[in-house]
């Protein structure tokens, strides 16, 4: 990766020639090896670092060639694989567009070249990578607290050689020999009507009429390589089945530097054994013996938050429901919670001890029920 030289001197990539100066100069006075306290081989690397990070940005044509072709599409490693995406739940419709995510496994990766891929939409400059669809299954419970997920993403990567830039490392910025520096290559044909020209962006430099006198020796000049890498993502608490995340420019890189797509990450909720979740609310059924139904009692409920005490009147019927209110799953982005809904199953037992039947059977002559 190329240093990003506006981090370095701690300053917005929009700053101000005026606001670069002033930043270098406060870092130059505290790093110099002159000046500097402590460690002075540091300081003096520091310094070297701030210099040479001035020497780019505080200088218009360097600073704009830099913009062009340094490493600044922030991709991948820089900020640990992602997770810094905003959550986008139901924001993209994966029904309409016809992708196809059936039969396909955990991993698979579904490649769209889909919105501003680039190319068509911008004449100049280099082409936005292609947005990236994957699939993320998680686990009922990672649904409901959140977690940071873990998953590979095969995809265009910027080439590692070139920093993405295309150019082989060390060589020189040159006039494009292809549009002469004009950045648009005319073509003419001859019509029934005479002469037509044709005036396109030159494909060679993206209409900047400059380009590396030596390609990169490992992706040709197109600054991307296929790789497979690990990124983390974090699942927002209360996250249901069907939810997109768009990672903001975790998608594939872009040709030559240029800004990175997007990925959209399905995620796919396990189901659970004991529990059903409707949106924010939660169900379970719980059996009950039938002498608990009759006379009341207090049962524990399994909820996901635990187990919570729950009063059973005398004489609760079977299926009778009961909510436990704040028991449910987070609601996304608020505070609240939904609630857990328990039905009650009563159950009637199929063998009686002697000592048992004989007590039913004073409690059948009490209620006058007449066994034959
Ligand atoms: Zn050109
Ligand atoms: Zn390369």
Redesign the pocket.
């Known amino acids: 990766m190329a240093k990003d030289f506006y981090k370095i001197l701690g300053v917005e990539k929009n700053a101000s020639e005026a606001e670069i100066k002033k930043a270098f100069r406060s870092a130059a006075r505290k790093y110099h090896p002159d000046q500097a306290t402590g460690d002075k081989k540091e300081a003096e690397a520091k310094f070297k670092e701030i210099s040479e990070a001035y020497e780019t940005l505080g200088d218009k044509q360097k600073r704009a060639n830099y913009d062009r072709f340094g490493s600044s599409a922030n991709f991948g490693g820089g900020n640990g694989g992602g997770g810094a995406g905003g959550f986008n739940a139901g924001g993209f419709d994966f029904s309409g567009g016809g992708f196809n995510f059936e039969g396909g496994g955990i991993g698979d990766i579904f490649e769209t070249f889909f919105g501003g891929g680039g190319g068509g939409a911008k004449s100049r400059g280099p082409a936005r990578g292609a947005n990236l669809e994957l699939r993320l299954k998680i686990k009922f419970e990672e649904a409901i607290f959140g977690t940071t997920a873990e998953f590979r993403a095969d995809r265009l990567a910027q080439?590692e050689?070139?920093d993405?830039?295309?150019g082989e490392p060390g060589a020189k910025i040159a006039e494009c020999k292809t549009c002469h520096g004009t950045g648009e290559v005319t073509t003419v044909r001859q019509t029934v009507f005479g002469a037509m020209q044709h005036r396109a962006v030159c494909p060679d430099c993206e209409g900047e009429g400059k380009t590396f006198e030596k390609k990169?020796s490992?992706?040709h000049?197109?600054?991307r390589?296929r790789k497979m890498e690990k990124l983390k993502v974090k699942i927002p608490a209360g996250v249901e089945n069907g939810a997109v995340i768009r990672l903001a420019g975790q998608g594939e890189a872009g040709a030559k530097g240029g800004q990175a797509g997007d990925l959209f990450l399905q995620i796919t909720v396990e189901p659970s054994r004991e529990f059903e979740r409707r949106s924010a609310d939660i169900f379970s059924t719980q059996k009950i013996n039938f002498i608990e139904a009759t006379l009341g009692n207090e049962i524990a409920v399994k909820t996901v938050h635990g187990n919570v005490k729950l009063k059973i009147p005398a004489g609760t019927q079977s299926h009778t429901n009961f909510k436990i209110k704040n028991y449910g799953a987070p609601k996304l982005n608020s505070s609240e919670r939904g609630d857990h809904l328990v039905k009650i199953l009563v159950e009637i037992p199929k063998k009686l001890s002697r000592k048992e039947k004989e007590l039913f059977e004073k409690l059948a002559t009490e209620a006058g029920v007449n066994i034959r």
């Open positions: 080439c050689h070139c993405g830039t295309g990169c490992v992706c000049g197109t600054g390589a």
